[in-house]
């Protein structure tokens, strides 16, 4: 079974540009999260999609937004990008069931500096 | 305010020997506490969890020890081994609302060397 895969790995931007990073699940999984990991924050939940539903949110500006497909694929965009976005984005993929944690699978990541 | 703390940056430990990881947390009101590892250039990837109805759970080399009294929840690998080199992360699924399920809090990780 193919893992989660995001796109592109690396990107370079400017201030002021705006950047769309894609995450695809793994197969059967509905349920997408976004999370951010720079050196002096660690990782940090950015949002959650189930059913091309937004499930939950961090506290993040509203520059960061994204978006689920029917197919559960996601996007995540990031408008007028400043400095501190620099960061590792991760997106993770679970199955949907009651009760019970539901792990998790990570994808590599997208590098995103901002010049 | 950071819910989940890693006050331990960095352990070295040699191999054959105990590593134990520790992480603190502040609120009361999670479900399960869980560990994931992070090698360069990759994503976390599942270790093991905990429910916080319980106190212990053990996988092979790996067990997940949970003190609510104190607050507090420790990583134990034994024997260690070069390969779990790796950044271990600390990590609690808030209380089911919503039926959300992706909103984890991290903590800032620790990272792990064990040495030949």
């Known amino acids: 079974k193919a893992g989660v895969t995001q796109t592109p790995r690396y990107l370079i931007k400017t201030r002021g540009q705006q950047v769309t990073l894609s995450c695809s699940p793994i197969s059967g999984h509905r349920s997408v999260s976004w999370y951010q990991q720079t050196p002096g924050q660690g990782l940090q939940f950015l949002f959650e999609y189930f059913s091309e539903t937004q499930r939950n949110k961090g506290n993040f500006p509203g520059r960061f937004s994204g978006r689920q497909f029917s197919n559960s694929r996601s996007e995540m965009n990031v408008s007028t990008l400043e400095l501190g976005d620099s960061a590792l984005y991760l997106c993770a993929s679970s199955l949907v069931a009651s009760g019970g944690y539901n792990e998790q699978f990570f994808g590599p990541g997208t590098r995103l500096t901002v010049l | 305010d950071q819910q989940v703390k890693q006050n331990s940056p960095s352990l070295s430990v040699q191999e054959g020997r105990i590593s134990i990881l520790n992480c603190d947390y502040t609120?009361?009101?999670?479900?399960?506490f869980l560990w994931y590892k992070k090698y360069p250039a990759e994503g976390p990837t599942f270790l093991i969890s905990?429910?916080?109805?319980?106190d212990k759970n053990e996988d092979g080399r790996f067990t997940v020890f949970l003190n609510k009294s104190a607050k507090h929840l420790s990583l134990h690998i034994v024997p260690s081994q070069p390969g779990d080199s790796a950044v271990y992360f600390c990590a609690t699924q808030p209380q089911n609302y919503g039926g959300s399920q992706g909103n984890l809090i991290f903590g800032k990780g620790t990272k792990l060397s064990v040495k030949p």
């Open positions: 609120n009361s009101m999670f479900d399960y």
């Open positions: 905990i429910s916080s109805i319980k």
